[in-house]
């Protein structure tokens, strides 16, 4: 059963830049399936920021397509998220999920809060 | 402002029926398969529905999905109240090249 931890720091100051770890166990990162990377503001629904195919091919939210990079280390089985010039907007519980498409994401991380404050 | 039309709470009592709305467009639920998430309070979204109407393996049959144009519909039946949750629809848009989810509906079991 595919698990996968997001793992971070939990504070960011602005306008640095954020950078998230999700580790996936129990299935290979280089399989047919889309890693992605989910956020949630509190009290509030959820956002997708950007998907990445086993193959290297990208899909970023375009709202927030200038700031982030997603990318694979297949030996480590990790992908990553970095988001640049980070706002207070920009804090969330995010979520790293695991896509048979880019759309229906089977599997998710439990998240981790990061907060962006000074 | 979501994508993603939803209402933000639908009520019922235990054993009863609910039903969930989602309103799109021609770019999003129009041209796209529709995926429902369930989020239990303080837990990761979990796939309650996916290509419209399909349960994933475990996902009880009291949840139904269905579409038709540019909306989508959840159904609930026989309401428990390990059910109450929030629920959330997702699209791909073709105009935003973009994964588009609704607001949310909170589901509350009287």
């Known amino acids: 059963q595919v698990q996968l931890q997001e793992s971070g720091p939990g504070l960011v100051k602005p306008p640095e830049t954020l950078s998230l770890t999700c580790t996936v166990s129990g299935a290979s990162i280089s399989s047919m399936n889309y890693w992605s990377w989910i956020r949630q503001p509190p009290g509030k629904g959820l956002e997708w920021i950007t998907s990445i195919y086993y193959n290297g091919d990208t899909h970023y939210n375009p709202s927030l397509k200038s700031r982030i990079t997603i990318s694979v280390d297949a030996s480590k089985n990790q992908f990553f998220l970095k988001l640049n010039s980070v706002t207070a907007a920009d804090t969330a519980m995010y979520y790293c999920?695991?896509?048979?498409?880019?759309?229906?994401?089977?599997?998710w991380g439990q998240g981790t809060l990061v907060t962006v404050s000074s | 402002q979501s994508v993603l039309t939803q209402p933000p709470s639908v009520s019922a009592a235990a054993g009863q029926k609910v039903t969930i709305s989602c309103s799109g467009s021609?770019?999003?639920?129009?041209?796209?398969?529709l995926c429902w998430y369930q989020q239990l309070p303080g837990t990761a979204p979990k796939l309650l529905i996916y290509?419209?109407?399909i349960r994933p393996s475990g996902i009880p049959d009291r949840f139904s999905g269905s579409k038709s144009g540019t909306s989508a519909t959840l159904g609930i039946t026989g309401l428990q109240t390990g059910d109450e949750a929030d629920y959330y629809c997702g699209a791909w848009d073709t105009s935003l090249s973009a994964v588009v989810f609704g607001g949310g509906t909170k589901v509350t079991v009287l």
């Open positions: 999920a695991r896509g048979i498409t880019v759309l229906t994401l089977d599997s």
């Open positions: 290509d419209n109407n």
């Open positions: 021609s770019s999003n639920i129009g041209n796209s398969y």
